[in-house]
Each structure stands twice: as C-alpha cells, then as structure tokens.
C-alpha cells in the first residue's frame, strides 16, 4: 500500500474524534492521538474499531496500548496486512 | 439467577440519592433489562421544574447508564474474570419522548453494540408501565 494513501486513509480515520483542528492540519507520523490531536481514550477505541473495518484486521490488546502515535498505527496496520 | 443479579447490584458503585436501579429481571452477555421507581420524594423534583415536578432528562440518561451500560459492564467483566476498577461515562446520545412524573416506574432495556478495549458501547431503551418508550439512545462507557 502507498505511504501517502494509507496517511489519507488513516486521517479520514482519525478526522470526526480529533479535537484539536490544527494538529490535524499537520497530521502526520509523529501526531499523538492523545496529546496532540486531543482524542479521547473512548474514541481512541472507535478510531481501532473503524481502523479494523476499514483494513479488514484485528487488532489484540497489546497492538492497541502501543498504539500511541500515527506511526505507531501505521506499523501495526502493515503488521496485521501482512499476517493476512 | 436472583443471586447473579444481587451480586451485580451490590458492585455498583453508586448509592442513594444517585443509585436508579432497583433490580434487574435478565442478563445476559448481549443485553440487560431492569427497572426503578422514581419515588415522589427524589432530590430533584424540588427545583425541576418549580412547582412542577419532571424527572430531569440528565437523570433519565444516567438510569439508562447505570441499568444498561454499568449493570452490563460488570456482567461482562465478571465473565472475564476482572473486577470494575474506575468507571467513566464516555458518550451519550439520547432521544426523549415522554415525561416521566414522580412516582413512575421505568424499564430499561439496553443491548450491546460492542464490549472493545475495556469500552462498552449499547443502544438502550426506556419504557413506562404502559409500556410507551420514553427515551431511547446511544451510551458508553469505559473503565480503567
């Protein structure tokens, strides 16, 4: 999958929970889901729930406590393609 | 089954006067369904309205949280083997369409949309005796 695709994919994604406006604007791999785009731990979950959906994977327990930054949700996003 | 409910009542962390459940009639892991009574004397009714006592929609909301969303969370963590640490209220999304007055007894029946990463999210319903739906919705909540 292209870089820039799964960048787009992921901030339509993170898009409806993200409080923080501006720091969507300049979403990218260093975004904090937390800290920067001022997303709730209640819509982090929605954010995993819609990411499985969209890329047809599970994410377990412990993908989902790493799952801190955009790049980290990248990684797990590939992980889990490639284990299909 | 009787037991079963005790139990889960007796884990709630709420107490008069904020406790809106009085007892539950099934559970199972995909839904719940219980009832309480809006006594007459309920703190609320003095200011809401003036001389006009409603039952608050906030509180119609939260006994909706706590028969349909906590009730269910801790069934759920109990089958998981886990015991209810600190419980938030996450979302809530709520359609009313009857009052409920001093003295009415409700049912709430709410069913699980999904139980993820310590979120539980249900589509709940509220009931009068009559059995009109009173108000009807979207609650979550988390726990840590």
């Known amino acids: 999958m292209e870089e820039k695709d799964l960048n787009a994919q992921l901030k339509n994604i993170v898009e409806p929970y993200a409080q923080n406006k501006e720091a969507l604007l300049k979403f990218n791999d260093s975004s904090h889901f937390i800290q920067d785009l001022e ?3 209640a819509n982090l979950v929605d954010i995993i729930l819609d990411v499985e959906d ?4 599970e994410v377990d327990n412990d993908s989902m406590e790493g799952m801190l930054t955009v790049e980290d949700a990248k990684k797990i996003i590939r ?3 490639q284990e299909k | 089954m009787l037991l079963k409910f005790n139990e889960i009542l ?3 962390p709420y107490s008069h006067p904020f406790l809106f459940v009085d007892e539950l009639s099934r559970i199972d892991e995909n839904s719940v369904e219980g009832t309480y009574t809006f006594s007459e004397d309920e703190f609320f009714y003095k200011g809401h309205f003036k001389n006009q006592p409603v039952t608050p929609g906030v509180i119609l909301t939260e006994c909706m949280a706590q028969i349909g969303v906590v009730c269910l969370g801790i069934f759920l963590l109990k089958e998981e083997k886990e015991e209810p640490q600190k419980i938030a209220l996450s979302s809530t999304e709520v359609d009313f369409y009857l009052p409920v007055l001093p003295g ?3 049912t709430v029946i709410s069913e699980k949309m999904y139980f993820r990463f310590k979120k539980l999210k249900c589509e709940v319903r509220m009931y009068n005796a009559e059995a009109k739906l009173i108000c009807k919705g979207k609650i ?3 726990c840590a």
């Open chain 2, 10 to 12: 007796d884990k709630l």
């Open chain 1, 54 to 57: 969209e890329f047809d994977i």
């Open chain 2, 140 to 142: 979550a909540g988390i």
């Open chain 1, 39 to 41: 997303v709730n731990s």
């Open chain 1, 79 to 81: 992980q889990k393609l």
């Open chain 2, 104 to 106: 009415e007894k409700v």
